[in-house]
């Protein structure tokens, strides 16, 4: 006997090659797993079940995969938008003052956010992961997690200016802090990795090529591949970076990192949007796996993210919501819209990037860029039930025709906003539905949140380099 049975559904199981629709469907679950999906009678017909999911003629899809985000940043959304020299003179100054014991809470929302639109599995980047994975472990969602090591410490900044080191150069790496960074990231991996039959996994992170030292990029690809694991690093985020590589390399990110044997499959490129044609060439022939975070280096950049030619020379592709303060969601379905609009809009031809290799980004390939397609971002006997009911009776899907083309999947990427978004599954259990979550109290969060964000902004204004913000001067003249 079944313990769950998914019945009436419009399926897109995202198995096979494309979408794998199934237009009566039936998704049989036992314990965490999937033990059947298929055509309803073929479900139906093998056995009975405890309890049974009625979806009305829903769809039912895996649920999404957000590859890349900085979760706690989410208390500073919207602040860091349209500025020459984003990380440095924007985002870097509003999260110095998130305080490591309300990051949790920032974290929580964040995730919130993403599970509302459909998100079941995070590629989270962000410190302190020890204490934020609480808010992953209450939310009961799947998490990829890292914490993210450099070998720069901001601290010592009076003392590189006195070494006569100048702002917006390279700053000096300092290998022992990279050291314990490696050390903290290697005891998180001990303490969580595998957590919850497999619901935590935990990765390597050191944070790009420019802020570590070649010899800490090799240490933490040896003790990933002791483990089976991943790096998943910043590549090519900004000019700064491929600038500070040729002062110190003579080569630009990707070639560098090529010539130390970091262009590997066991990595996880985010971003890739500062490169050269033969550079994505060269990264793709080597199976790096590609993070890509189309809406975030949109508004932080003004660049289109290299996600459509990547594709196109085998490479594989997720998409991820990176952060808040100039994303400025966390949301899967903006970023399929904006992936698959904007690659049109670079090439000036429609035809490029159709919309359901996106929805495949934003699921099963997801899964493989994250390490985690043994347990998700598909349906199909034998993965997690980690899945999604989306609303099919009313505007944005509606209406839905099947014949003689289904518009199914290309209103999933054009149309669909996340607020379609009716029940969301993790490993067999409901962790939302009708707009609530099923283990935690969303008004009790949001009053926590209010209160913080009353403390953020006395710590900001405090801040002379937030002052001089675009944002804050523009807030200051009454425009805004
Ligand atoms: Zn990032």
Request: glycine share 8%; with cysteine; hydrophobic share 45%.
């Amino acid at each position: 006997m079944y313990d769950l049975l998914i019945t009436n559904a419009t399926l897109l199981t995202m198995a096979g090659d494309g979408a794998g629709y199934i237009e009566d469907g039936a998704v049989a679950v036992e314990g965490s797993k999937i033990v059947a999906v298929g055509p309803r009678e073929e479900v139906e017909g093998n056995d009975r079940a405890r309890q049974t999911i009625d979806a009305g003629g829903n769809l039912i899809m895996p649920g999404l995969v957000d590859v890349h985000m900085h979760s706690a940043s989410v208390i500073a959304r919207g602040l860091a938008q349209e500025v020459a020299t984003w990380m440095g003179s924007a985002y870097g100054p509003l999260v110095r003052h998130i305080r490591d014991e309300d990051a949790p809470l920032y974290t929580m929302v964040a995730l919130m956010e993403g599970i509302a639109n459909g998100t079941t599995t995070f590629g989270d980047y962000d410190a302190p992961m020890n204490e934020l994975l609480a808010s992953h472990v209450a939310l009961g969602n799947r998490a990829v997690v890292c914490q993210g090591t450099t070998e720069i410490n901001w601290a010592d900044r009076e003392q590189w200016i006195e070494q006569g080191w100048r702002p917006g150069t390279a700053p000096p790496l300092n290998r022992a802090y990279g050291e314990a960074g490696l050390a903290a990231e290697i005891a998180l991996y001990d303490r969580w990795h595998g957590y919850d039959n497999d619901r935590i996994r935990v990765i390597f992170a050191p944070v790009a090529a420019d802020m570590t030292s070649e010899e800490l990029l090799l240490e933490f690809q040896r003790v990933a591949r002791a483990r089976n694991s991943s790096i998943h690093l910043h590549v090519a985020q900004d000019p700064r970076e491929n600038n500070a590589m040729v002062e110190r390399s003579g080569l630009r990110a990707i070639p560098y990192l090529d010539s130390i044997g970091l262009l590997a499959p066991d990595t996880i490129a985010v971003h890739m949007c500062m490169t050269t044609d033969d550079e994505i060439e060269l990264a793709a022939s080597r199976n790096v796996r590609m993070a890509c975070c189309t809406n975030s280096i949109g508004i932080i950049d003004g660049v289109v993210p290299p996600a459509r030619r990547f594709r196109e020379l085998g490479g594989v592709v997720g998409l991820g919501s990176d952060q808040a303060p100039g994303n400025n969601s966390h949301n899967i379905f903006a970023e399929m819209r904006a992936t698959a609009m904007f690659a049109k809009i670079k090439a000036d031809d429609p035809t490029v990037l159709p919309a359901w290799q996106v929805l495949r980004m934003a699921t099963i390939d997801g899964a493989r860029v994250l390490g985690v397609d043994d347990l998700t971002g598909s349906l199909e006997a034998g993965k997690e039930a980690d899945l999604i009911m989306i609303d099919l009776q009313g505007p944005p899907m509606a209406p839905v025709i099947r014949h003689p083309a289904r518009n199914l999947v290309a209103n999933l990427v054009y149309a669909q906003t996340g607020s379609g978004v009716l029940m969301s599954m993790v490993a067999g259990k409901v962790i939302y539905e009708d707009r609530r979550f099923t283990n935690v109290d969303k008004t009790a969060v949001l009053h926590q949140l209010a209160a913080a964000a009353g403390e953020f902004e006395a710590a900001i204004s405090a801040d002379p380099v937030v002052a001089d913000l675009p944002i804050a001067q523009l807030t200051r003249s009454g425009l805004i």
